[in-house]
């Protein structure tokens, strides 16, 4: 597993090089445009809401004595609470709208990597596109909540807490980098098969989703890059996944 996850992170060293190389920056055009929406539309919003989930959380504090000091708690558990829904929100947002214009990009590093013109995948229009992320984002979306919602409650146990934020960092990894793979196996797999495709090589999509999480703690420049950097390391590591399968032609060398 820390293998696989290291060999996701890995994938990024390649990633400007090859969007550069292959002239793939006007393909992203759109996707940042959503990127950037959703994310201040996201951000105003968790901004005017932790203080009111805060203040909400510290009502079951029947006492005066200390109320002031849970009342902080619970101000920035609210806050933690409001990052951590915004983020799952932001990126599943993204990825289901971006579908379209990702698999462009994805298609052209496959043609790149395996040295192949002609086509070995379904083919699939505009509209197949967007409701294939639609379908899948929503369905990580609704998983990754049922597994959130019970970690932030263990926010509340000292201690616990520490490691609930690390493991809370892994889930929103996973889905985000689940989200960049499909970009490729949409092409070669259906709904169904992408999600046992991935299950068995979780710990690449942990890798890839760790930087994407990274990015966005950047300010600005984090929300640009996010999707460019991991949808084209994502390719790059997915396309090799199905060559080692015998899936894609063994013709050309991965980078």
């Known amino acids: 597993m820390v293998k696989h996850i290291f060999d996701g992170i890995q994938a990024y060293s390649s990633a ?12 992203f055009l759109v996707p940042i445009i959503i990127s950037v929406v959703t994310a201040t539309i996201i951000g105003l919003s968790a901004y005017g809401l932790s203080d009111n989930i805060g203040h909400f959380i510290a009502r079951i504090w029947p006492w005066d004595f200390g109320k002031d000091t849970f009342t902080a708690i619970s101000t920035f ?4 609470v409001i990052i951590a829904i915004g983020l799952i929100l932001y990126k599943h947002i993204i990825m289901a709208l971006s579908a379209p214009f990702m698999s462009p990009v994805s298609e052209k590093i496959e043609a790149y ?18 409701w294939r992320g639609i379908r899948i984002n929503m369905r990580n ?12 409650l263990l926010k509340f146990i000292p201690v616990v807490n520490i490691f609930s934020t690390a493991l ?3 889930v929103q990894a996973y889905y985000a980098g689940f989200g960049n793979m499909d970009y490729t196996l949409e092409r070669h797999f259906s709904y169904r098969e992408s999600v046992t495709f991935i299950r068995k090589r979780r710990g690449v999509a942990i890798g890839n989703g760790i930087v994407f999480i990274l990015f966005l703690l950047i300010p600005i420049v984090g929300v ?8 084209t390391a994502a390719s790059l590591k997915t396309v090799r996944l199905l060559k080692e399968d015998q899936i894609l032609p063994q013709h050309k060398p991965i980078l």
């Not at 558990?77 to 933690?80: M, Y």
């Not at 990597?113 to 967007?130: C, V």
């Open 141 to 152: 979306l609704a998983k990754e909540l049922l597994i959130t919602i019970p970690i932030l």
């Open 224 to 231: 640009v890059l996010v999707l460019p950097m991991s949808v």
């Open 77 to 80: 558990i609210g806050a933690i």
């Open 16 to 27: 400007l090089t090859l969007i550069s190389k292959l002239k793939l920056w006007k393909y």
């Open 168 to 170: 809370l960092f892994l």
């Open 113 to 130: 990597l395996t040295g192949q013109n002609t086509h070995y995948h379904r083919n699939t229009t505009f509209t197949q596109q967007l």
